[in-house]
Nanobody, 113 residues
Framework: VQLVESGGGLVQPGGSLRLSCAAS????????MNWYRQAPEKERELVAG????????NVADSVKGRFTISRDNAKNTVYLQMNSLKPEDTAVYYC???????WGQGTQVTVSS
């Protein structure tokens, strides 16, 4: 199993980023996927989840209306579109495959002026 995140970086408050997580080593289309984040000195928290088909999604209250999770099963990739970013969104963002209990290496998102 391999999960490779990309798309993080430095962005100003109010800006947008799209994170990608490319999966391999398992039948991606058969499983739900999650995005988590961990800010310095804080516990890792669930940000968003998506069903295997992509028809069902959920996001944390803290990002509702700003973040959207999606997936492309043809590309074995899950995305996290992040809009209206705030400084408190600064964290390392991780892709997680719950059925495989496997984490990606994480990608840093920093929201700062």
């Amino acid at each position: 199993v391999q999960l490779v995140e990309s798309g993080g970086g430095l962005v100003q408050p109010g800006g947008s980023l799209r994170l990608s997580c490319a999966a391999s080593g398992f039948t991606f289309s058969a499983y739900s996927m999650n995005w988590y984040r961990q800010a310095p000195e804080k516990e890792r928290e669930l940000v968003a989840g998506i069903s295997s088909t992509g028809y069902s999604t959920n996001v944390a209250d803290s990002v509702k209306g700003r973040f959207t999770i999606s997936r492309d099963n043809a590309k074995n990739t899950v995305y996290l579109q992040m809009n209206s970013l705030k400084p408190e969104d600064t964290a390392v963002y991780y892709c997680y495959a719950p059925a495989q209990t496997y984490w990606g290496q994480g990608t840093q998102v920093t929201v700062s002026s």
